[in-house]
């Protein structure tokens, strides 16, 4: 419904509540794109615009935490990756430390 009038609100508003249900980072991302467009399109009398408003607050914070679990879900997932490869030469991640050079980039140090 929404390719042939993408400025059907029931269907943007179904779109942008069961995206909230789903609890992820890039469907709360995509709930807070449908519920901007949401303001965008509705006329200020609406009574659905405060409802948009309240969801549109309580998004952008479970974003942020579903943002963040995810990265250090996939950080996790990446050192127990390195630890099994480096595990073969009695090495593991936390031999080695990055620091942050002052021009954008890291160095790395190896430490036992």
Same mark, same amino acid.
């Given at each position: 419904?929404?390719?042939? *009038?993408? !400025?059907?609100?029931? @269907? ?7 995206? *909230? @249900?789903?609890?992820?980072? &890039? &469907?709360? @991302?995509?709930?807070?794109? *449908?519920? %901007?467009?949401?303001? $965008?399109? =509705? +006329?200020?009398? &609406?009574?659905?615009? &405060? !409802?948009?408003?309240?969801? =549109? %607050?309580?998004?952008? +914070?479970?974003?942020?935490? @579903?943002? %963040?679990?995810?990265?250090? $879900?996939?950080? *996790?997932?990446? %050192?127990?990756l390195g630890n099994s490869l480096l595990g073969n030469f009695g090495l593991s991640?936390? /031999? #080695?430390? #990055? $620091? +942050? /050079?002052? !021009?954008?980039?890291?160095?790395? /140090? #190896?430490?036992?």
């Open positions: 419904a929404l390719l042939d *009038d993408p !400025q059907y609100v029931k @269907a943007l508003h179904r779109r942008a509540t069961s995206n *909230d @249900a789903l609890g992820t980072w &890039s &469907s709360l @991302a995509a709930a807070e794109e *449908d519920y %901007k467009r949401l303001l $965008e399109i =509705l +006329p200020a009398t &609406s009574p659905l615009v &405060s !409802q948009v408003r309240i969801a =549109l %607050k309580r998004v952008a +914070p479970l974003r942020e935490a @579903a943002q %963040k679990a995810e990265m250090d $879900e996939m950080v *996790d997932k990446l %050192k127990g991640t936390d /031999n #080695f430390k #990055f $620091e +942050p /050079n002052g !021009q954008g980039g890291y160095s790395i /140090n #190896f430490a036992r």
